[in-house]
C-alpha cells in the first residue's frame, strides 16, 4: 500500500465536497461517524453528541473519509470544544496522508460473527470488522494464504444468514497470534446477494442517520421537506453524496434504484415529485434513459448528475427536455445542490 502524503491546499478543496467523516479519539478501536462543519488551513470542526465527558482538549484524533478513488487519514488533537445540545469539537491536523483505495462499495464496521471454511475444515471464533457488497475485513486465528478461496457463513445481527465464496486478497499480521484477512466475494448466490443487499441497505440508513444531529443543530436554519425523491444509479456501487446531501437538506422521503425499467411500476403509481439520475459517466444508456423517462413521464422533473468531464464533451446537448440547469457535475457543490433541489420542491 503506497502512502502518500497530501498537501494541505489539496486537503482544504477535497473537504469542501465532504459531508460526513470517521473520527476514533484517544487510542481507543472505536470509530464514531461525525458531520463535518468547517475546514480551514490548519482545523476542522466536527460535531458529536455531547456524550462522553471525558473529552479533553489535547486528545489525540484520527479522522478517515474516502474521496475520489483515495482514502485520507488526518491526525491531529483536540484543541476547542464547545459543549452545548452537542459538541462542536475543533481538530488540529498535523498530518495527511491519503492511499490508492480501489474498493467499489462503501465498507461499513461491524462485529459480526463468521464460519470460515477451507479445503481442511472449518474455523469459527471469527470475527467480520467491516463489510460491503464487495468483500469483507476478517480477524481470525486462522492462517490462511492470501490468494486462496475460502467459504464463508455470516450471521448478521438481525439473525440472517449470508454464504459466499470468497478470495483472500490481503493478509497482515494482528495482535495476540490472530491475522487480518481483505477478502473479496466471488460466488454469491441470489439468494445470499437479496440478504446481503438488505443488510448493506440498513447500515447505509444507519450511517446516513449520523447528518441527524446536523439537522438539528441547524434547526430554525434548514429547509425541511417531504418531497417523494427517486434516485436512479448506474452502478450497485451508490454514490453517498447525493444521499448525503439531501439528508443534510432535510430529505427523508427518497429511494436509490438500478433498474429503471424494471422499478417503471413504482413510477407509474408514486409519482415521485423529481427524479435525480446519478451516473458515473455520460454514455449512450444515460441517453437512452433520460429520453425514454421524458417520453414515458414528461410531467416528472430530471435532475442528472455527471461528472465533470462529462461537460466538455458537448454530448448532453442531445438530451431530449433537459436545459443546462437541469444538470449538475460532480463532485457536488452543496449550495449549488441545494438551489437546484430547492426550485422543484
Known amino acids: 500500500m503506497n502512502i502518500i502524503v497530501a498537501e494541505r491546499e489539496e486537503f482544504r478543496n477535497v473537504m469542501q465536497n465532504v459531508n460526513l467523516v470517521k473520527i476514533r479519539i484517544g487510542c481507543g478501536n472505536a470509530w464514531e461517524v461525525a458531520p463535518l462543519l468547517y475546514t480551514d488551513e490548519n482545523s476542522i470542526d466536527v460535531l458529536l453528541q455531547p456524550k462522553d465527558s471525558t473529552l479533553q482538549v489535547g486528545e489525540d484524533v484520527v479522522l478517515k473519509f474516502q474521496h475520489l478513488g483515495y ?4 491526525s491531529g488533537n483536540v484543541t476547542g470544544i464547545n459543549q452545548d445540545r452537542f459538541s462542536t469539537v475543533t481538530v488540529k491536523y498535523a498530518l495527511i496522508q491519503k492511499y490508492h483505495n480501489m474498493r467499489r462499495h462503501m465498507r461499513y464496521d461491524t462485529n459480526l460473527s463468521v464460519v470460515i471454511s477451507t479445503g481442511t475444515g472449518a474455523c469459527g471464533g471469527s470475527t467480520v470488522k467491516n463489510i460491503s457488497r464487495g468483500g469483507a475485513m476478517i480477524i481470525s486465528g486462522a492462517d490462511i494464504s492470501a490468494g486462496t478461496s475460502v467459504e464463508l457463513s455470516i450471521t448478521f445481527d438481525s439473525g440472517n444468514a449470508f454464504t459466499s465464496i470468497a478470495k483472500v486478497i490481503r493478509k497482515s499480521v494482528c495482535d495476540n497470534g490472530l491475522f ?7 460466488d454469491i448466490s441470489p439468494e445470499c446477494s437479496r440478504t446481503i443487499n438488505r443488510e448493506i441497505s440498513k447500515y447505509e440508513m444507519e450511517y446516513l442517520k449520523s447528518l441527524d444531529i446536523f439537522r438539528e443543530f441547524k434547526k430554525g436554519k434548514s429547509i425541511f421537506f417531504d418531497t417523494r425523491i427517486a434516485i436512479l444509479c448506474f452502478d450497485n456501487n451508490d454514490n453517498y453524496s447525493i444521499k448525503e446531501a439531501l439528508v443534510k437538506l432535510g ?35 444515460i441517453m437512452e434513459t433520460v429520453n425514454f423517462f421524458r417520453s414515458v413521464h414528461p410531467d416528472i422533473p430530471i435532475l442528472l448528475v455527471l461528472p465533470v468531464e462529462a461537460s466538455k464533451s458537448g454530448e448532453t446537448d442531445k438530451l431530449e427536455g433537459l ?21 422543484y420542491l
Open 323 to 343: 436545459a443546462g440547469e437541469d444538470i449538475l457535475y460532480k463532485p457536488l457543490i452543496y449550495n449549488e445542490f441545494e438551489q437546484a433541489i430547492v426550485k
Open 251 to 285: 430529505a427523508e422521503n427518497f429511494e436509490a434504484y438500478h433498474n429503471f425499467r424494471m422499478y417503471a411500476g413504482f413510477f407509474e403509481e408514486e409519482q415521485p415529485k423529481l427524479v435525480i439520475i446519478d451516473a458515473h459517466c455520460f454514455s449512450p444508456d
Open 71 to 74: 482514502e485520507y487519514l488526518v
Open 180 to 186: 487480518g484477512y481483505g477478502v473479496e466475494f466471488t
